[in-house]
């Protein structure tokens, strides 16, 4: 009988501090303070205690960041070309 591998949902995957700042578009940098503030849930892997972020919580991040944008942009007029 074939044994069954539990895998990892692709939500629950991890993401490096460079794979964060690609999907948010943002230098690696950003996605360290803004996991030093709390605003980017930050796990540290257990041997190399690099930092990682939850594949779910950089979308989570993502859809707030694009929601202002959008608002910002449906509220403000377009802009006149001088005469």
């Known amino acids: 009988m074939p044994v069954k591998i539990k895998t990892r949902s692709t939500k629950d995957r991890f993401l490096t501090v460079s794979?964060?700042?690609e999907l948010l578009s943002v230098a690696?940098?950003?996605v360290r303070?803004?996991?030093a503030a709390g605003k980017l849930t930050e796990y540290r892997h257990p041997v190399n205690n690099y930092r990682l972020?939850?594949?779910k919580d950089v979308e989570k991040l993502c859809r707030e960041i694009e929601?202002?944008?959008i608002a910002t942009?449906?509220?403000s007029p377009m802009?006149?070309?001088p005469k």
Request: net charge positive; no cysteine.
């Open 28 to 30: 690696p940098n950003t």
């Open 19 to 21: 794979q964060a700042a």
């Open 67 to 69: 929601k202002p944008l």
């Open 33 to 35: 303070a803004w996991g």
């Open 53 to 55: 972020f939850k594949l």
């Open 79 to 81: 802009p006149r070309r």
């Open 73 to 75: 942009i449906q509220k």
